[in-house]
């Protein structure tokens, strides 16, 4: 086995690392830097843009600019939570046949799984490119809430950018492993992780290398994304209070705000003031350029936002009850992620649990530093270490009544199985079938949905007879199986599985060999390009040489050359890899036959027609 890299795949921001002995080492990117902007660009040219050059293109080309694509992963299109989140999009959103939602770039359907793989077809190229060597595995760390779906999308986003996922891991969980705790004796630790776009609160415990998650809580819609939002919103409130003039639909001006919003929440996490300061932000027909100016004040942001802190009290509260711990037990809290660098989250944690917060050292890398530690602990280069996370939410499945029956209770150490025996309610029932969802409510419709499992080809016989044992596993990366035995025949039971959300088989494998396609005609792409650039490099060095040189040519070349000076934009024109070499192959010779001229310019005697 080759290399193994640990991907952080942020809603905002994305890094890699990779174990070097036995310390993590972040990979920079292509334009060597430590993170990598999750964004996806597509441009009226064709090309797909990934990373800061897509970010660049986020206020010219808003439509379709595609970021935080993270929120949407494993999502249907109807939830309260995307209804919500499009009304501050610029880009279009819509629906799959199976409810999931799409983006919408245009006017072409491209699953959340596709532009993820995108950005983490651009990683793995990064770190090809630093290793010059080819990278297949990879540990993929996901929000410790994501749910089964989430988990499924993610890990598909990886296969079909051709990496072969040895391990999800959970971000928090990541994160702990990478600071610094491996010789600690015994502590219990709260790590409150606020990224971009989900907020997770993980309670473990860490003795002699162990680390031992105990319980995890969050909302994957919860983070920096909803700060900057109020900051917007504000900001378009007061624009209308002065102008009267709504910039809510104007898709460019909204991407400026959005970003000045942004710079400024991250400014008043060590200032007390700053300035947002946005000229021409709106250019309506007769109301002439209006300029955007406005003060900002720590106290007015934390005004602003308080509640969202205040929101993630709860899951806190949750998750120590669900450790059977007070806040008082817990020895050390963690910050991790960019928004728990606010101030105001420090301040709120430290009143919670009675003790200061420490900060995580590099909240960019933590998570992927501690992703890389874990392919050495599955690898076996780390022996020290062993990890027991959790499951984040119940499993079960729809009883009577539509009621719900959890069979494997969240925070749950995994991996685990639980086995219940089925049979049939009718005479020669065929089929039985299984709902099962993830959740914590009681009415099983309120909970997440992950399939229905019918198992088939029941033999015919008497009602209640057939005795099906159905094993309901969660694998170490969170994800469930359904498997089943008849224990009257000892046989392995047949299920059908329909999931309810994410790409089938079917659909991943096309993807991939379309990508594979795109990949091919890309690289070919890119080939022209290089070789259209060297030509036309030759022919504007060969035109200037000629005129300062073109007596000393002999009178057959100097039509040559003429020839090609005046055919550059057509030799220029064609993508055929082909016809360019043939035309770089041709002018190089007469450039190096004029160069030759130059060089020597009083020694050299033409030779007609002798250089062929
Ligand atoms: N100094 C700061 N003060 C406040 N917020 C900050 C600061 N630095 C970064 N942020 C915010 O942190 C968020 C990014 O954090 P991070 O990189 O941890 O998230 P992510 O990994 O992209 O997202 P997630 O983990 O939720 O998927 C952004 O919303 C950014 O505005
Ligand atoms: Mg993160």
Known sequence: MGRAIGIDLGTTFSCIACLEGSQPQIIPNKEGLSTTPSVVSFTSSGEILVGNLALRQAVTNPENTIYAVKRLIG???????????????????????????????????????????????????????????????????????????????????????????????????AASLSHGLIDRKNVKLAIYDMGGGTFDITV????????????????????????????????????????????????????????????????????????????FVSSEPGGGAKHLRKKLTRDKLEELTTDLVKESLPYVEQALKDAKLEPKDIGETILVGGQAQMPLIGKVIAEFFGKEPVKSPNPDE??????????????????????????????????????FVKIIERNT??????????????????????????????????????????????????????????????????????????????????????????????????????AEKYEHADRKRIQAEQARGE??????????????????????????IKKIINKKGEILETDDLEKLEVSRKEIKKLFDLISTVSESRDSFTPEEGGDE
Request: no cysteine; aromatic share 6%; proline share 4%.
């Open 366 to 403: 933590a998570v992927a530093a501690g992703a890389a530690i874990q392919s050495g602990i599955i690898m076996g280069e780390m022996k020290d270490i062993v990890l027991l996370d959790v499951t984040p939410l119940s499993l079960g499945i729809e009883a009577e009544h539509g009621s």
């Open 535 to 560: 030509i036309r490099k030759m022919i504007d060095s060969l035109e200037s040489l000629f005129y300062r040189d073109e007596e000393k040519v002999s009178f057959l070349h100097q039509e040559d």
């Open 75 to 173: 999502k249907k299109f109807n939830s309260e939570e995307i209804k919500n989140a499009q009304k501050k999009m610029t880009y279009q959103i819509g629906e799959a046949p199976n409810g999931d939602v799409v983006v919408v770039v245009e006017s072409k359907k491209i699953s959340p799984q596709e532009i993820s793989a995108m950005i983490l077809s651009y990683l793995k190229e990064s770190a090809e490119e630093y290793y010059g060597e080819k990278i297949e595995d990879a540990i993929v760390t996901v929000p410790a809430h994501f749910d089964d779906t989430q988990r499924q999308a993610t890990k598909d986003a990886a296969r079909i950018a051709g990496l072969n996922v040895l391990r999800v891991i959970n971000e928090p969980t």
């Open 204 to 279: 473990l415990e860490v003795y002699d290398g162990v680390f031992n998650v105990l319980a995890t809580n969050g909302n994957t819609y919860l983070g920096g994304e909803d700060f900057d939002n109020r900051i917007l919103d504000w900001l378009l409130d007061e624009f209308k209070k002065e102008n009267n003039i709504d910039l809510s639909q104007d898709k460019f001006a909204l991407q400026r705000i959005k970003e000045a919003s942004e710079k400024a929440k991250r400014e008043l996490s060590f200032s007390m003031e700053t300035e947002i300061n946005l000229p």
């Open 413 to 514: 150490t995994i991996p685990t199985k639980k086995t219940i025996p089925f049979t049939t309610v009718e005479h020669n029932q065929g089929t039985v079938r299984i709902h099962v969802l993830q959740g914590e409510r009681e009415v099983a419709i309120e909970n997440r949905s992950l399939g229905m499992f019918d198992l088939v080809g029941i033999e015919p016989a008497p009602a209640g007879l057939p005795q099906i044992d159905v094993t309901f596993e969660i694998d170490a990366d969170g994800i469930t199986k359904v498997s089943a035995l008849d224990t009257g025949t000892r046989k392995e039971q047949k299920i059908e599985v329909n999931p309810s959300s994410g790409l089938g088989e079917e659909e991943i494998e096309k993807i991939i060999k379309e």
